[in-house]
């Protein structure tokens, strides 16, 4: 355990993320006194409160003045406060590693896995994903889980609403949802009983999205949401062109799935069928659910709406990600046939970053090795023993998540009791290839990805089945199944003794590996975030006196001990990348990860549509399960900035 004194631990951590979103752990506020962090509410709306953070400047009885970060003073009651009890991380450590120990069966399991889970939360080289981070230990409300997919909507307005209202719950309590607009039937196509028309499939993701919306303004921790629809939805074309609508679908992330059959035709420019079930079909209300193989399988009837060239919808989804960077693409079919719940749950949608693919009620909770804490400085090579501990102890981790988060709806927990999944990630790599002096993007960079990921996902993976052995397999394993899957046949060949494991265990989760964003956790502490290279190394922050200028850590430290010299080739920044290197680092990955991927691929401004189309059939021939890309100045507003404004 660390030595250091808490206060110096701050440094190089975003303090403003780490309070705002992590620290609160409900304590009585009956105790507030005069210098106490807290936060304080600021809009007292019953159905969307907006809390901000403050220090308490005066107590009289049970009314207290706090000063916001914004500077305004606020009166409130001392019941109304939250007190922020946590001001360090160790603080937050040691509540993580007692709440996830919690569940283990015995006093003694419960104190042996308090300590090896602190051991691995030290110094920030496990950062569990936000959820985690701000509900675990704290809250009998929040959920752990960062990731969501509801069933798609059954096409009926009462359908429609019930599938609103799940959303709405599990975004008030923090969760991202992804749902799949697919089952939903085409704009213009008859509704009997009111003796109408649809207003369509993408309609009514403009409700989600603007209930997303609504949700976001009252403040709360905030759910995002992923909408999709698959290639063969007669709304196909609208929903890819809808953002150009303003004001439509403004607070959703859009993503196409695509079949193998699609890329087929794009690749030889074959027609395509925009197809729906046969509404008037008796059983319809009852049964369809979206999955339009398991229809005809069944031997039911498919009503073809229009045939178009695959090329000319292809070609409208890769223009519309030119200039908008959105929709993106995911893989779908091929991502089912990796799948390891291919035999008893199909992916059907996203989370809304991308990297968890889900079944309808799916969850997954997620946590990142911090990869830059795990450079052997006198080696100059990465720490591979405490790597291999820390991925195994953090697979038990992420699985403890599932027995302890609440859960709202008893659909999640029977579906997650089932499969048990979880998303194991990293952050930090862009800074550990630095330290390592390998150039992301490099061909060695590509060696050292293959080596490194492998080796995590056979530590993984022999962790869950060594988990499996001591407390059960998830309830759907099926060995020979399991093993049969797309990623299960890829590592096997490579790691024998994963399958052996396996074979002899069982496995504890479904699933184990997904690269998430890391959006807030990894910028709290101070490193690169997810597998992204950094974005800049000098960057300039918006401050009251105008623009500073800053450099990321680890370019600081390089320039101070190099003075005068300019940072090294390795240092290489997303927009010194290429846009196929890029995906070349996604696809290296993407290999050891059973879940998928967030990543942007960033392209100059000048990059064109041509290239934008061979980039994406090159994702997908690379075995990649989605693509997101991102040319440099198609949004109005650039959040980071590395010119600086006059
Ligand atoms: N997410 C969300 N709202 C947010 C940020 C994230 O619902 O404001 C969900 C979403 O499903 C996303 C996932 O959390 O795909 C992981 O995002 P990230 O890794 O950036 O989250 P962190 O753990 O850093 O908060």
Redesign the pocket.
């Known amino acids: 355990m660390s030595t250091m004194e808490p206060k110096q631990r701050l440094e190089g951590l975003s303090e403003k993320i780490f309070l705002d979103r992590y620290a609160w752990k409900d304590a009585d506020s009956n105790n507030a006194k005069v210098g106490d962090v807290v936060l304080v509410l600021t809009k007292d709306d019953p159905k969307f409160p907006t809390k901000e953070v403050g220090e308490i400047v005066e107590r009289t009885g049970r009314i207290v003045t706090v000063k916001t970060r914004s500077g305004e003073l606020v009166k409130s009651d001392v019941e109304k406060l939250t007190l922020n009890i946590e001001k360090t991380p160790e603080e937050m450590w040691d509540r993580l590693a007692t709440a996830m120990a919690s569940v283990e069966k015995t006093p003694q399991l419960q104190q042996e896995w308090t300590g090896k889970f602190r051991s691995i939360l030290d110094d920030w080289k496990l950062v569990p994903?936000?959820?985690i981070a701000a509900g675990a230990g704290a809250s009998e409300e929040l959920t752990l889980f960062?990731?969501y997919v509801v069933p798609s909507p059954k096409d009926s307005r009462g359908g429609i609403m019930q599938t609103l209202s799940e959303m709405t719950e599990i975004m008030a309590r923090g969760?991202?949802v992804g749902i799949n607009l697919s089952s939903l039937r085409p704009r213009r196509a008859i509704v009997r009983g009111v003796n109408g028309s649809s207003s369509g499939s993408v309609s009514w993701g403009g409700l989600f999205s603007y209930t997303t919306g609504l949700i976001e303004q009252g403040g709360s921790r905030?759910?995002?949401l992923m909408l999709m629809i698959n290639d063969w939805h007669p709304d196909v074309v609208d929903f890819i062109t809808v953002k150009q609508t303003m004001g439509q679908v403004t607070n959703a992330n859009l993503s196409v799935c695509v079949s193998n059959s699609f890329m087929k035709a794009v690749k030889e420019d074959l027609d395509w069928e925009l197809v729906f079930p046969d509404t008037t079909d008796p059983d319809y209300d009852e049964i369809w659910d979206g999955d339009l193989d398991k229809w005809k399988a069944d031997g039911r009837a498919v009503i073809p709406y229009r045939t178009v060239k695959a090329r000319d919808v292809w070609k409208t989804i890769i223009e519309s990600a030119w200039k908008s960077a959105e929709p993106g693409v995911v893989f779908m079919e091929y991502y089912n046939q990796m799948s390891n719940s291919w035999y008893f749950n199909p992916i059907i949608c996203t989370?809304?970053?991308?990297?968890?693919g889900l079944p309808g009620w799916g969850v997954c909770n997620?946590s990142a090795v911090n990869l830059s804490k795990f450079y052997d400085e006198k080696n100059h090579d990465v720490d591979w023993s405490d790597l291999a501990r820390t991925t195994r102890y953090s697979v038990r981790f992420l699985d403890n998540v599932i027995d302890k988060t609440p859960y709202h709806f008893p659909e999640n927990e029977a579906n997650q009791k089932k499969e048990r999944r979880v998303g194991l990630g990293t952050m930090g790599l862009a800074e550990l290839m630095i330290k390592l002096n390998i150039r992301y993007g490099s061909p060695e960079s590509l060696e050292f990805l293959d080596k490194l990921y492998g080796f995590m996902a056979r530590e993984a993976y022999l962790a869950s089945a060594e988990i499996a052995g001591e407390k059960g397999s998830f309830q759907a394993f099926d060995t020979e199944k399991y093993l049969l899957s797309g990623f299960m046949k890829n590592i096997t060949e490579t790691y024998p003794e994963v399958g052996e494991a396996i074979r002899e265990h069982g496995m504890r989760n479904v699933t184990v590996i997904t690269q998430?964003?890391?959006?807030?956790?990894?910028t709290m502490v101070g490193t690169s975030t997810?597998i992204e290279p950094y974005f800049a190394f000098k960057y300039y922050r918006q401050s009251r006196l105008g623009y500073d200028e800053q450099f990321v850590p680890i370019a600081q430290q390089w320039l101070e001990a190099n003075p005068g010299q300019e940072l090294p080739e390795y240092f290489v920044t997303s927009m010194d990348l290429s846009a196929k290197d890029h995906i070349r680092a996604q696809a290296a990955i993407q290999r050891w990860v059973d879940s998928s991927i967030?990543k942007t691929a960033n392209c100059p401004a000048d990059f064109t549509v041509e290239e934008t189309a061979e980039l994406y059939e090159m994702a997908f021939d690379l075995g990649c399960k989605g693509v997101t890309i991102y040319r440099d100045g198609s949004r109005d507003v650039q959040v980071l900035d590395t010119k600086k404004k006059e």
Do not use: D, K, V, Y
């Not at 989370?351 to 968890?356: A, I, K, L, R, T």
């Not at 998430?516 to 990894?522: E, I, K, L, N, Q």
């Open positions: 994903g936000g959820r960062n990731c969760g991202g905030r759910g995002a989370n809304p970053c991308g990297e968890q997620l998430a964003p890391t959006g807030s956790t990894g997810g967030s």
